[in-house]
């Protein structure tokens, strides 16, 4: 039974930083993609970042250049720092990973960006 839980949310000012991280059961090199997704009230959830097992990533043009996910194989852990945050970057933030035959999602971590 694979497990992925987030963490790192929490209350940022505008243009602050904060890193998410996913942790997931087992060997990320079992996943085929790890990635962060977003959903703000009222709003669809959509991709924030991805990284597949290549090791190439791709982000929603509303974060490149801001954001970078990257992946610690030996912790079996995905991170997403985020930096020059906007309050429009506020949601909650799920890690979703992907095997060829699953998909697993976290419970998501808020993330607020405030003055």
């Known amino acids: 039974q694979v497990q992925v839980v987030e963490s790192g949310g929490g209350l940022v000012q505008p243009g602050g930083s904060l890193r998410l991280s996913c942790a997931a059961s087992?060997?990320?090199?079992?996943?085929?993609?790890m990635g962060w997704y977003r959903q703000a009230p009222g709003k669809q959830r959509e991709l924030v970042a991805q990284i597949i097992s290549s090791g190439s990533t791709n982000y929603a043009d509303s974060v490149k250049g801001r954001f970078t996910i990257s992946r610690d194989n030996a912790k079996n852990t995905v991170y997403l720092q985020m930096n020059s945050l906007k309050p429009e970057d506020t949601a909650v933030y799920y890690c979703k990973a992907v095997q060829t035959s699953r998909v697993y999602w976290g419970q998501g971590t808020q993330v607020t960006v405030s003055s």
């Open positions: 087992g060997s990320i090199f079992s996943f085929i993609v």
